[in-house]
């Protein structure tokens, strides 16, 4: 995939530095912030082709940053990543832009597979 620009959003220090392991292994760069406002003030510094959101984060949640993005940046494709993949915050998740819903714990694969498939989609003319 080379050189497609990530930020991973997320308050677990372990899934920030497994998804930075896998992502950049397949080529990623890969920026990590720990929260909502972190994410927005690294979108207003930079461009990424690919995000990486939690949904169950303290203080402003990934739901929050998810209607930012789309509001300010809505080209950019999300991935939502979340531990409590209830019916409810999947469909939340996709009501709000969400390209991919992935599920935690997920395998290295997997979520290769997700981001994969999210920008082959935003390849197609």
Not at 2 to 28: H, M, P, T, W, Y
Not at 68 to 92: C, F, L, N, R
Request: net charge negative; hydrophobic share 45%.
């Amino acid at each position: 995939m080379g050189n497609v620009k990530a930020l991973v959003v997320d308050d677990d220090q372990i899934v920030l530095d497994s998804c930075r392991r896998v992502l950049e292994a397949d080529g990623f760069e890969v920026y990590l912030v720990p929260g909502a406002d972190k994410a927005l003030e690294a979108l207003e510094n930079n461009t990424y082709e690919l995000l990486l959101i939690d949904v169950k984060m303290p203080g402003r949640d990934g739901m929050y940053l998810m209607r930012k993005v789309k509001a300010q940046w809505p080209q950019v494709p999300i991935v939502v990543m979340s531990g409590y993949p209830t019916p409810e915050t999947i469909a939340d998740g996709f009501k709000l832009g969400a390209e991919m819903f992935i599920a935690k714990p997920f395998t290295p694969d997997e979520l290769l597979e997700a981001v994969h498939q999210v920008l082959l989609k935003g390849e197609k003319p």
